[in-house]
């Protein structure tokens, strides 16, 4: 084998072995969004989810398209941890994984939807926020499979997110809601939803979420 072809084939091996290395594992993937989603990072799934329904975004009840794999931590379904923990992994096989992980939750999130129009007025249903008297253990299974793109999430299930970030976005919201009606601008809708906020701050304030 000539010396040109030599440098060629080791170039090729080198490349591939950096390919290998720079591989990102299916655990740390999926711990990277496990955390960001304990901080209330609502994008923390956007171009990672694969939905087993082939479909991707889709049009909310507002008519806007919207990512399915964005949520919202003022207004969407979760639930409340203390904290995260990968108990399994099951990466056997090249292109799919699944791993259990456990949270321990203190509470959970009922999503605030928009149910349309009745006499010309806007209504949508109030979320709720449901605290537990104890903290639980709850297991729930991501499954991942890998595309040309990497890893990525398929049917993603409710966020576990912590209960100062979901006390910061609804404080934000708060003020907001407060700002607005000192303007003067506040419509029923606006009050009542302040009204409604308040009472979840409360609710998740008494959550059981200081124990271990």
Not at 178 to 188: F, N, P, Q, S, T
Request: hydrophobic share 40%.
């Amino acid at each position: 084998m000539s010396g040109y072809f030599k440098v060629i084939l080791a170039a090729l091996l080198l490349l591939s072995s950096s390919v290998c290395l720079a591989e990102e594992s299916p655990e740390r993937f999926l711990s990277q969004i496990l955390e960001e989603d304990f901080q209330g990072d609502g994008g923390s799934r956007a171009g990672k989810a694969y939905y087993s329904d082939g479909k991707g975004d889709e049009v909310g009840d507002c008519g806007c398209v919207m990512s399915r794999a964005v949520y919202d931590v003022k207004g969407d379904p979760l639930l409340v941890v203390t904290k995260w923990e990968i108990v399994r992994v099951d990466a056997k096989r090249k292109k799919t994984a699944v791993i259990d992980v456990r949270f321990r939750v203190c509470g959970r999130t009922e999503g605030e939807r928009w149910a349309g129009y009745k006499n010309g007025v806007h209504i949508d249903t109030l979320r709720s926020i449901v605290p537990f008297e104890a903290i639980a253990d709850e297991t729930v299974t991501y499954r991942l499979v890998k595309k040309m793109s990497g890893w990525l999430l398929v049917d993603p299930p409710l966020p576990g997110v912590a209960q100062e970030a979901v006390a910061k976005e609804m404080q934000r919201q708060l003020v907001r809601f407060e700002e607005v009606i000192a303007e003067d601008k506040g419509r029923d809708d606006v009050r009542r939803k302040l009204e409604n906020l308040k009472g979840q701050l409360a609710a998740l304030r008494k959550a059981n979420c200081q124990g271990e």
